[in-house]
């Protein structure tokens, strides 16, 4: 049977993620009717995946298109998540636990680091001994399965319509308008509709002509059953990490692997993040693993999002390939939602987020 909502509806988000959730929120909020299609459940892809780290791995490595999001986005997380478990209850756990940056192998610590840091208002410290450590002290966490459950909370209580095992398989337009988009239970009409889909996002768009280097990269992680209190900061060396939860259990992430759209685990993967947790932390090799996952994140150059409207297309946006660090630029994500859909001035230079193909060089 077709969802019947949409008759109701001003906007349709496609993919119940991070993005598609609070840009779903803000948009409702902003005075929109809104419905949400999800092709499986809500809020259980590479959003729940995730290690829920607010900030990039290795902030030097990525140009400021990158980081212009973050920094707008790491300023609002704690009203963010705060707002959220006052108005339903659900703790995201956002923790300003900061991150502890260790040298390592392939990842050395620039000597310029902390002049760095200090261009982008970032106060960091340099540790003394050998190997060397960046202590990152604004760095929070939120537990991102939480905090999805929060935001489909929310959505809920704006009367926000989520429409689980709905597939989008297509789009109809007439001139250029959209009307609207083809699912698994049929035809529903829209006159505006954003493609959040994660890694699906690039297959979907091929959909309108329209073709963008949005790959699925998966990453696999394991939950360890650390003791309370053991760990209290985040800690990284070499692209992985551990991320200590509130009630003691520790997160080890992550691989990034080309595999399609397999989300398996692999024994390698376990026995490579097993490793990395117990030298840098060996009171880890005794206990025991909860449990090991894989996400798919939208993988994208550098991690810049495409957020815009589809060339050819009036009515139809994307906001999606924010690969490694969608959960942290979620909040700018959809306040530039806002701004497309309400037609009011953006929060920042919106350029370097285009839908252009080949990207301009950021
Ligand atoms: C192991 C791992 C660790 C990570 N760690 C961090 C981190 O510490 N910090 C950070 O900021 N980011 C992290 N990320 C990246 C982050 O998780 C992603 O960038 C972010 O989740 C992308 O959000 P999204 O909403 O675009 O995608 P998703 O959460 O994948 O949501 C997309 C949704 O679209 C739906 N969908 C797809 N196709 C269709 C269709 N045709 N019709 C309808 N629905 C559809 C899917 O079912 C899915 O629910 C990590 C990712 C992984 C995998």
Redesign the pocket.
């Known amino acids: 049977m077709p969802a019947k909502a949409s008759a109701q509806t001003d906007v349709l988000l496609?993919?119940?993620?991070?993005?598609?959730?609070l840009g779903a929120i803000k948009l409702a909020e902003a005075g929109l009717r809104v419905t949400v299609?999800?092709?499986?459940?809500?809020?259980?892809?590479?959003?729940?995946?995730?290690?829920?780290?607010?900030?990039p791995?290795y902030p030097w490595h990525y140009p400021p298109a990158l980081l212009r999001l973050v920094l707008y986005s790491m300023q609002r997380y704690f009203s963010l998540t705060a707002t959220l478990l006052e108005q339903t209850g659900i703790d995201p756990e956002w923790i300003p636990s900061g991150l502890l940056i260790m040298e390592g192998e392939q990842e050395k610590i620039p000597n310029d680091v902390l002049a760095w840091g200090r261009t982008w208002g970032l106060d960091w410290r340099l540790g003394l001994q050998e190997p060397q450590t960046l202590w990152c002290p604004e760095v929070a966490?939120v537990r991102?399965p939480r905090l999805l459950a929060a935001m489909a909370a929310r959505c809920r209580q704006l009367g926000i319509v989520l429409h689980e095992n709905?597939?989008?398989?297509g789009f109809r337009k007439q001139g250029e308008q959209l009307q609207g988009v083809e699912?698994?239970t049929g035809f529903i009409p829209a006159e505006h509709a954003i493609v959040?889909?994660?890694?699906?996002?690039g297959?979907?768009l091929d959909e309108t002509g329209t073709h963008l280097d949005i790959i699925p990269?998966?990453?696999?992680?394991l939950l360890l059953q650390g003791k309370l209190g053991a760990i209290n900061t985040m800690l990284m060396r070499d692209n992985h990490?551990l991320?200590p939860r509130r009630d003691g259990l520790i997160l080890a992430?992550?691989?990034s692997e080309l595999a399609g759209f397999d989300k398996s685990t692999t024994d390698e993967a376990r026995n490579e993040l097993l490793d990395f947790a117990t030298q840098v932390y060996p009171d880890l090799e005794r206990v025991p693993i909860l449990k090991q996952?894989?996400?798919?994140?939208?993988g994208s150059q550098d991690?810049i999002?495409y957020i815009g409207p589809v060339p050819g297309w009036e009515g139809l946006f994307v906001?999606?390939?924010?690969?490694?660090?969608?959960?942290?630029?979620?909040p700018a994500t959809a306040d530039i939602l806002v701004s497309f859909l309400m037609k009011t001035p953006p929060p920042l230079d919106i350029n370097p987020y285009a839908i252009l193909t080949p990207r301009p060089a950021q």
Do not use: C
Request: charged share 10%; proline share 3%; glycine share 20%.
């Open positions: 496609i993919g119940g993620g991070a993005i598609g959730l299609l999800d092709q499986g459940h809500i809020g259980q892809e590479a959003s729940w995946a995730g290690g829920g780290i607010l900030s791995l966490q991102n709905t597939a989008v398989t699912t698994s959040t889909a994660g890694a699906w996002s297959k979907l990269v998966r990453g696999q992680m990490y991320v992430g992550s691989t996952w894989s996400g798919l994140r939208p991690s999002p906001a999606a390939g924010h690969f490694r660090y969608g959960l942290t630029n979620a």
